[in-house]
């Protein structure tokens, strides 16, 4: 007959309780026991030699579940330990700049701008190579049969050697000019887009640098915010004591709500991590060492000038604008230089040879001087083809010149509204802050007199919490938007022109020889740029870094010889 449920049950206690002074033979007789619907007598003993030496308690070590649990106190306290490493060793891979020492490491290491530059040194060489066409060419070669051949007459076979020079120059050429005009403003394109570069180098570096102070000053409020329950867990404690059970609700509240702080915090850190990169990006800093900013988050200066003014301004200095003028005038003056290719090239040739042969020891030698012609009458109008290509190209430029000074516009718009809004926003988190940190205050003494409960401490540090993100991202928005109305109205931060010139100087002094001033020794004074040198546009005059130059429309393209297409 199968045993009630009862009798069941105190069998199994009995055997527990004869079980605990056993050995490991009787704990599996114990879980048969345990697992069967049957008494304990139906299952097997544990062995007299099993019973009788017990194993001693120390031979055998305690198992996890015999391990006193944490408290949620403690694993709380873990946590946050874990946390703070991962700060500290952020601390320890990071180094600390203010702004200008972030600019000044920028605009040092970042490879952008000597590629920018690069850029700049490879049009003027090819504007070198436009100007030495003005050297007369040297060339050695040969007359048939070679320098050293054979050359069969009737019956002989002569060995025979014939030398050959051949001095030229082209005096006379109507493409040359406009390809060095063309040059020039190519050239001057790419040193406005140099200083496009450098302005949006420096608009990272300040965004970079402003994003990471608001995360630094937003993860400190939180760490306040956190110690502030940590204040007032001991004052709930205190005050569950004389009630039942293990711990209150507050308890339990302000428990649950600095495990949710902490998480916030964690997210907050990783994405303090994020923007350092970002920051380390910038900055080319060597891989695995960060940056972090040396000055808190505060507001920045304000914006003096006016919206019309600040348009204005944009329209007037950006470089965008003036360099889409730059290249429609290369542009006009390549297609000026391709429909010269229909006018002739005057040059002056000469040549001299020398020619022996085995059968005789006679030297026999000739030379000739005379100026040659080169003139296009007809090829099916391929090059006036090309030539309204390469005008369309230039009437594109200018239509992109249009575009950017929308664009321009817009953008000052944009950051003016950003800047207007912003300065309201940032007195309204101001005394949303204050309002938040009295309501804070008294929640607190409220609760250490015991007339309010931890719900009202959490809804009012719920409202301080918003408060302080608030105001973070306030101050964010102004600082953003006092850097982008530089940048758009094209206005260089205080610290940035000296440093810019002083990588200038940097980037001129590991380029080389100069190409200009190479050219120049090799024709003799300015003779190789005379044409160029003659209408201002001489290819040695820069312009000094920050300071962009008047760029007058583009010049009107000549009239092209009578009876070109």
Same mark, same amino acid.
């Given at each position: 007959?199968?045993?009630?449920?009862?009798?069941?049950?105190?069998?199994?206690?009995?055997?527990?309780?004869?079980?605990?002074?056993?050995?490991?033979?009787?704990?599996?007789?114990?879980?048969?026991?345990?697992?069967?619907?049957?008494?304990?007598?139906?299952?097997?003993?544990?062995?007299?030699?099993?019973?009788?030496?017990?194993?001693?308690?120390?031979?055998?070590?305690?198992?996890?579940?015999?391990?006193?649990?944490?408290?949620?106190?403690?694993?709380?306290?873990?946590?946050?330990?874990?946390?703070?490493?991962?700060?500290?060793?952020?601390?320890?891979?990071?180094?600390?700049?203010?702004?200008?020492?972030?600019?000044?490491?920028?605009?040092?290491?970042?490879?952008?701008?000597?590629?920018?530059?690069?850029?700049?040194?490879?049009?003027?060489? /090819?504007?070198?190579?436009?100007?030495?066409?003005?050297?007369?060419?040297?060339?050695?070669?040969? /007359?048939?049969?070679?320098?050293?051949?054979?050359?069969?007459?009737?019956?002989?076979?002569?060995?025979?050697?014939?030398?050959? *020079?051949?001095?030229?120059?082209?005096?006379?050429?109507?493409?040359?000019?406009?390809?060095?005009?063309?040059?020039?403003?190519?050239?001057?394109?790419?040193?406005?887009?140099?200083?496009?570069?450098?302005?949006?180098?420096?608009?990272?570096?300040?965004?970079?640098?402003?994003?990471?102070?608001?995360?630094?000053?937003?993860?400190?409020?939180?760490?306040?915010?956190?110690?502030?329950?940590?204040?007032?867990?001991?004052?709930?404690?205190?005050?569950?004591?004389?009630?039942?059970?293990?711990?209150?609700?507050?308890?339990?509240? *302000?428990?649950?709500?600095?495990?949710?702080?902490?998480?916030?915090?964690?997210?907050?850190?990783?994405?303090?991590?994020?923007?350092?990169?970002?920051?380390?990006?910038?900055?080319?800093?060597?891989?695995?060492?960060?940056?972090?900013?040396?000055?808190?988050?505060?507001?920045?200066?304000?914006?003096?000038?006016?919206?019309?003014?600040?348009?204005?301004?944009?329209?007037?200095?950006?470089?965008? +604008?003036?360099?889409?003028?730059?290249?429609?005038?290369?542009?006009?003056?390549?297609?000026?230089?391709?429909?010269?290719?229909?006018?002739?090239?005057?040059?002056?040739?000469?040549?001299?040879?020398?020619?022996?042969?085995?059968?005789?020891?006679?030297?026999?030698?000739?030379?000739?001087?005379?100026?040659?012609?080169?003139?296009?009458?007809?090829?099916?109008?391929?090059?006036?083809?090309?030539?309204?290509?390469?005008?369309?190209?230039?009437?594109?430029?200018?239509?992109?010149?249009?575009?950017?000074?929308?664009?321009?516009?817009?953008?000052?718009?944009?950051?003016?509204?950003?800047?207007?809004?912003?300065?309201?926003?940032?007195?309204?988190?101001?005394?949303?802050?204050?309002?938040?940190?009295?309501?804070?205050?008294?929640?607190?003494?409220?609760?250490?007199?015991?007339?309010?409960?931890?719900?009202?401490?959490?809804?009012?540090?719920?409202?301080?919490?918003?408060?302080?993100?608030?105001?973070?991202?306030?101050?964010?928005?102004?600082?953003?938007?006092?850097?982008? *109305?530089?940048?758009?109205?094209?206005?260089?931060?205080?610290?940035?022109?000296?440093?810019?010139?002083?990588?200038?100087?940097?980037?001129?002094?590991?380029?080389?020889?100069?190409?200009?001033?190479?050219?120049?020794?090799?024709?003799?004074?300015? /003779?190789?740029?005379?044409?160029?040198?003659?209408?201002?546009?001489?290819?040695?005059?820069?312009?000094?870094?920050?300071?962009?130059?008047? +760029?007058?429309?583009?010049?009107?393209?000549?009239?092209?010889?009578?009876? *070109?297409?």
């Amino acid at each position: 007959m199968r045993p009630d449920s009862q009798t069941l049950t105190r069998a199994v206690q009995a055997r527990a309780r004869q079980a605990r002074s056993r050995g490991p033979v009787a704990g599996v007789c114990l879980l048969l026991t345990l697992a069967s619907p049957w008494p304990a007598a139906a299952l097997p003993r544990a062995s007299s030699s099993a019973s009788a030496s017990p194993a001693p308690p120390s031979a055998t070590p305690p198992s996890a579940s015999d391990a006193k649990p944490l408290t949620a106190a403690e694993r709380l306290q873990g946590l946050r330990a874990r946390l703070a490493r991962n700060r500290d060793h952020l601390e320890s891979t990071s180094r600390r700049l203010t702004l200008p020492q972030a600019l000044a490491m920028a605009l040092e290491r970042n490879p952008i701008l000597a590629k920018a530059h690069d850029g700049i040194e490879a049009t003027r060489w /090819s504007g070198v190579a436009i100007r030495r066409e003005w050297m007369p060419s040297l060339k050695a070669g040969n /007359s048939n049969p070679g320098l050293v051949g054979v050359q069969q007459q009737r019956d002989d076979t002569l060995s025979v050697s014939s030398p050959e *020079l051949t001095l030229e120059w082209t005096f006379f050429d109507p493409s040359r000019q406009p390809r060095t005009r063309a040059n020039m403003d190519s050239l001057e394109a790419d040193r406005f887009l140099f200083d496009v570069e450098a302005r949006s180098l420096v608009l990272s570096v300040q965004e970079s640098y402003i994003d990471l102070q608001a995360l630094l000053a937003l993860e400190q409020d939180y760490g306040e915010l956190s110690a502030m329950v940590d204040h007032w867990l001991p004052l709930a404690r205190a005050r569950s004591q004389g009630r039942a059970g293990s711990e209150s609700p507050d308890v339990d509240q *302000l428990l649950s709500q600095q495990l949710a702080q902490l998480i916030q915090r964690i997210d907050t850190h990783e994405q303090v991590i994020a923007a350092a990169s970002k920051l380390a990006q910038v900055l080319s800093l060597p891989p695995g060492e960060l940056a972090l900013p040396a000055e808190p988050l505060a507001l920045r200066g304000q914006w003096t000038l006016s919206r019309r003014e600040s348009i204005a301004q944009g329209l007037r200095l950006r470089e965008e +604008i003036q360099r889409s003028l730059a290249l429609a005038r290369s542009l006009r003056w390549t297609a000026v230089a391709t429909r010269s290719g229909y006018l002739p090239t005057l040059s002056l040739e000469g040549s001299g040879s020398t020619q022996t042969n085995s059968d005789s020891s006679d030297l026999s030698s000739e030379a000739t001087v005379g100026v040659n012609v080169r003139w296009t009458l007809f090829d099916g109008g391929i090059l006036a083809a090309k030539a309204a290509a390469q005008q369309q190209l230039g009437r594109q430029a200018l239509r992109q010149a249009q575009l950017d000074r929308l664009a321009v516009t817009a953008e000052v718009e944009t950051a003016y509204a950003a800047y207007i809004n912003s300065q309201i926003v940032v007195d309204t988190a101001s005394a949303q802050k204050e309002s938040a940190q009295a309501s804070f205050q008294s929640a607190t003494r409220s609760f250490q007199a015991g007339s309010s409960d931890a719900t009202t401490l959490l809804q009012v540090l719920a409202n301080t919490r918003g408060a302080v993100e608030a105001w973070s991202r306030a101050v964010r928005k102004h600082n953003r938007s006092v850097v982008a *109305l530089e940048r758009t109205s094209a206005r260089w931060p205080e610290a940035a022109q000296p440093l810019l010139r002083n990588r200038v100087v940097q980037l001129e002094a590991t380029r080389g020889v100069d190409p200009a001033v190479g050219d120049d020794s090799a024709v003799g004074g300015d /003779s190789a740029v005379s044409g160029a040198a003659a209408m201002g546009d001489d290819p040695r005059r820069r312009p000094s870094v920050g300071q962009t130059p008047q +760029i007058s429309a583009p010049a009107p393209s000549p009239a092209p010889a009578p009876g *070109l297409p």
